[in-house]
């Protein structure tokens, strides 16, 4: 198979959305930095290169986990839609693709190919591991640290550009230490990336949303095991969509700057700023994990020294790289600044730009669910009402439909506009969940 990843990479934009203008004494510049990959150009050219032909695409290996802890077999077609799941998106692998499945308990056991290796997917090997799926049964415990261990193990064996996971689970990750779990993540980390699922309702949101936050993947809740199938195709299908991987996002600012922080805020609120890597003097990459034709909006904070009315700085400047294994990186070619001007006119320097005002808000709305969900479960149920009255306010002003929806499960809305709502006396264990889970997902700005 063709491997175009070290040549062709999607091409890379940088826009910057701000109010550079400060009041005197001023210090605190905000910018929305929007990404935007288009898929199949030539670094630093204009001009596309040829897409990608079916079944053709960057070299990539992908490691599926599935729970088989005994928990699985109530009810027992719960076994039998995750065996079907994995099968469908084993379906969905491009040709020429390095893969292996696992089954997860209390340790982690190759099911297919075995032996440490990993197999290249054409229609023997799909129906190979098709057959192996058949042996999958439940019993055990859960130990997921040992199952993205042993992903790791397999996923580094092969030359590839894109390196992904899969995993399911469906009860709480009882058969080691939290400790353990996130020795095996900061391991793992930026070395794969992996999208996380909790099947049925018994598993525990923070682990799972947490997997996927530490290796940059997506997560999810799917209540009804029927919906495994379609989930894990569409899984599959975007990671095979990812053309380069291990992007870092670069910001150099000048001296006597601060960044006070770093966070991906579309789709999804993702804080980066402990994740910095020194780059350089006064550079910091954070990764971004791996990119297909996509767009994603990060808001940057940054503190400057104060200046005098009239001046203007140069506050960051924000560059996409991928770190190579020499120790270099490879710049993907585009940059954008964010600037600060001091001004005595009172209006330029209180205005706040939209992209910056929304993302706040979503930011607030994503801790405000999480905030209100956790007191609801501790029991302070006039905190609880207050913080998700202020969610429901917050996603009616921002437009944020599917996280209104959400809210208006756990919640009765008496007034989105003001946020007046009662806590539902009864609830659904998975709509509650389902907020959870889906707490960090953001609306794009409407420009």
Known sequence: MANFAKSHVPQFSVDVYQNEYL????????????????????????????????????????????????????????????????????????????FAV?????????????????????????????????????????????????????????????????????????????????????????????????????????????????????????????????????????????????????????????????????PTVEELTGRRTEAGPRAGDYPTGSWGDESRDYHLCVEVPAAGLGQEMLAARVSLVVPQPDGTAQNLGAQGLVRAVWTDDMTASTSINPQVAHYTGQAELAQAIQQGLDLRKAGDFDGATAKLGRAVQLASASGNADTAKLLAKVVDVVDAATGTVRLKAKVAEADEMTLETRSTKTVRVKK
């Open 102 to 266: 696992i089954g997860g308990t209390h340790v982690a056991k190759e099911v297919y190919p075995g032996s440490g290796r990993l197999a290249v997917a054409d229609a023997r090997t799909r129906e190979e591991a098709k057959q192996a799926l058949r042996r999958l049964s439940a019993g055990g415990g859960t130990a997921i640290g040992t199952w993205l261990r042993l992903a790791d193990r397999l996923l580094s064996s092969a030359d590839v550009a894109i390196r992904h996971g899969i995993l399911l689970t469906d009860g709480r990750n009882e058969h080691e230490s939290p400790e353990d779990l996130r020795a095996a993540l900061d391991s793992c980390a930026g070395r794969f990336t992996c999208d996380a699922r909790g099947v049925g309702t018994d598993w525990e949101v923070k682990e799972v949303t947490g997997i996927a936050s530490a290796l940059l993947g997506t997560a999810d809740i799917v209540a009804d095991p029927a919906g495994l199938a379609a989930d894990f195709t569409q899984m599959m299908e975007a990671a095979m969509g990812k053309e380069v991987a291990d992007v870092a996002l670069r910001v150099w600012t000048p001296v006597g700057t601060t960044i006070r922080f770093v966070k991906q805020v579309a």
């Open 23 to 98: 009041p005197e004494g001023g210090r605190e510049v905000n910018a929305v930095v929007t990404v935007t990959a288009t898929g199949g150009g030539t670094i630093g050219s204009a001009v596309a290169a040829p897409v990608y032909a079916p079944g053709h695409g960057p070299s990539a290996a992908v490691a599926i986990m599935v729970d088989c802890s005994g928990s699985m077999d109530y009810p027992p077609t719960k076994m039998r839609n995750a065996r079907d799941a994995t099968a469908a998106a084993i379906d969905t692998l491009r040709d020429g693709t390095h």
